[in-house]
């Protein structure tokens, strides 16, 4: 099996050192520009581009990235409770033909309450994911080019539809995250890829095999992904000493105060990530060659694969043994990292090459839209 490899754009940061300003880059579009086209020339398949109030705009960077890519994709998210699905679906089709048919999409419900609140949403983790799933029913159906009419909890819409459609059929695809009972049900019954952050083999086993079952339930079938970060040099020996390197400049009260910030979240998957490494710089490697201490201080994905090329193959062949197809890896800087992956450890996988994009537009068989509608054709022609 092929595996599809995803980079990370840092729109909320990047540098040398967790933690710290010291070795900390500006982050402005012209190196934003030289992550994505890095990654675009050594054959990653797309980009995640993460989402919140400690980030750029995703929608905004991926549509900036557009014309500097050829083969990229882009990995936006969709926020149920903040936007419009409808107005959602309309900028998700426009998003999917100005690059060509490279629009990718994330459903992220969100964990951090007080975030939250300050976009207006006030659900607890059980009414979010309620809304998502409202929201995500009206999203794929507009988008596959439905009239839709829907009389949810959470969202209500009368004559909901596109007009213009994607370049991919019947849509583009959807990914989505969560680790509990109700991100699994929706995952299950909504979306294309379902995303784990890289716990141990084991762990991720477990819950790959409860979705699928899930899933299975209502006659469907789902594929995996997985988000890591990855420290990988020439030897193993010099990959742990960068993985150190990382994490030097953090001191105890740092570590306290990141902690004390994340606790709030009520998102099953930061609670995961967080008791792996419990706050402690002590025993990071939680299962072997997976290093928790990107997660002391960062929220999200909290985990790296430390080797050499050989050995974090190894690692990456073990998670695709479970049966996920598609890695969104990262590393510390974007920039330099994501040409250590390509230079030593793509050869050391199978790997999907990524091509070139079709065409874009569309062309209205009526001319310019009148009236906010197509008009019927025995009229138009009049």
């Known amino acids: ?119 207006g949403l006030f659900l607890s983790h059980e ?16 988008l596959e080019g ?36 109700a991100a699994q049900d929706l995952a299950a019954e909504q979306v294309e890829m379902v995303l784990t952050w890289g716990e141990p083999p084991a762990a991720v ?50 570590i306290a105060r990141a902690q004390a910030s994340l606790s709030r979240f009520d998102s099953v998957g930061q609670q995961r990530m967080a008791a792996l490494h419990g706050g402690s710089r002590d025993n990071l490697e939680v299962s072997p060659n997976l290093w928790a201490g990107v997660g002391l201080v960062r929220g999200g994905a909290g985990t790296a694969l430390v080797g050499d090329g050989p050995t974090v193959a190894a690692r990456v062949n073990e998670y695709a043994e479970l049966g996920i197809d598609t890695f969104i890896f990262s590393g510390y800087p974007h920039l330099e990292e994501s040409y250590r992956v390509a230079e030593l450890l793509f050869p050391h996988l199978d790997i999907e090459r990524p091509e070139l994009p079709k065409s874009a537009g569309y062309v209205s068989p009526f001319g310019e839209m009148v009236a906010n509608d197509i008009l019927p054709k025995a009229a138009s022609q009049s």
């Open 146 to 181: 439905e009239t839709v009419d829907y009389d949810g909890q959470h969202i209500t819409v009368k004559g909901a539809k596109l007009l213009y459609p994607p370049i991919q059929q019947p849509r583009p695809p959807l990914y989505f995250g969560g680790s509990s009972e």
């Open 205 to 254: 086993a477990e819950k790959i095999q409860q979705v699928r079952d899930k899933a299975a339930k209502l006659g469907r079938t789902v594929r995996f992904g997985i988000r890591l970060h990855v420290i990988v040099r020439e030897t193993n020996e010099e990959a742990w000493k960068a993985a150190d390197k990382l994490i030097s400049h953090l001191d105890d009260a740092t």
């Open 127 to 142: 009414e979010r994911y309620q809304a998502s799933v409202e929201f995500t029913r009206i999203w794929r159906r507009v």
């Open 1 to 119: 099996m092929s595996l599809n490899i995803f980079w990370f754009l840092p729109t909320h940061g990047d540098g040398h050192y967790l933690g710290t300003c010291e070795g900390a880059r500006a982050v402005d579009h012209g190196y934003l520009q030289q992550v994505a086209q890095a990654a675009d020339r050594l054959g990653f398949g797309g980009v995640l581009i993460p989402t919140g109030r400690s980030c750029e705009d995703s929608w905004l960077v991926a549509a900036s990235l557009i014309p500097v890519t050829q083969r990229l994709k882009f990995l936006v998210a969709l926020r149920p409770g903040i936007v419009s699905p409808t107005v959602a679906a309309r900028q998700a089709a426009t998003l999917d033909r100005l690059s060509g048919g490279r629009a990718l999409f994330n459903l992220v419900t969100g964990g951090d309450p007080d975030e939250l609140a300050g976009d």
